[in-house]
C-alpha cells in the first residue's frame, strides 16, 4: 500500500562511497534494504526502527554501511564505504513491515523498483 522510491545509486571504483535513498509515502515501523545480484536471491542489508532508531546489519554490510532515518519524514538512508565488486547489484527499499525478521523480504509488504549500484575499476 505504501509507495517507496529509491535513488543514489551509480558507478563507483573499488574502495569508493555511495549514498542510498528511501522514501516512503506512509508510516512503517521499520525499514530496510535488501540487494539483489543476478540470478540470485534478495540479500538483507540493513534495516531500521523508525520509533527507537535500532539498526540491524546483514554480515555483509557490518563495519561497511550504515543505515540511518529522518523521523517523521518518512526517508531512509543507506550510506555505503569501501565498496567492493562483490556489492554489485539491484538495491531495494522496503516497508509496510508485517512482522518476521528484518532481513527477510517476505517480513514487508512495499517495494521501491531499485536502484543499480555497480563497483568496478
Known amino acids: 500500500q505504501a509507495r517507496v522510491t529509491e535513488s543514489g545509486g551509480g558507478s563507483v571504483q573499488p574502495g569508493g562511497s555511495l549514498s542510498l535513498s528511501c522514501q516512503a509515502s506512509m508510516y512503517s515501523s521499520y525499514l530496510a534494504w535488501f540487494r539483489q545480484f543476478p540470478g540470485k536471491e534478495l540479500e538483507g542489508v540493513a534495516a531500521?526502527?523508525?520509533?527507537?532508531?535500532?539498526?540491524f546489519y546483514g554480515d555483509s554490510a557490518k563495519g561497511r554501511f550504515t543505515v540511518a532515518h529522518d523521523s517523521g519524514r518518512g526517508k531512509m538512508y543507506l550510506q555505503m564505504r569501501s565498496l567492493k565488486p562483490a556489492d554489485s547489484g539491484t538495491y531495494y527499499c522496503?516497508?509496510?513491515?508485517?512482522?518476521?525478521?528484518?532481513?527477510?523480504?517476505?517480513?514487508?509488504?512495499?517495494w521501491g523498483q531499485g536502484t543499480q549500484v555497480t563497483v568496478s575499476s
Open positions: 531500521i526502527s523508525t520509533s527507537g532508531g535500532d539498526t
Open positions: 522496503a516497508a509496510d513491515w508485517q512482522g518476521g525478521l528484518l532481513l527477510n523480504p517476505s517480513s514487508f509488504r512495499s
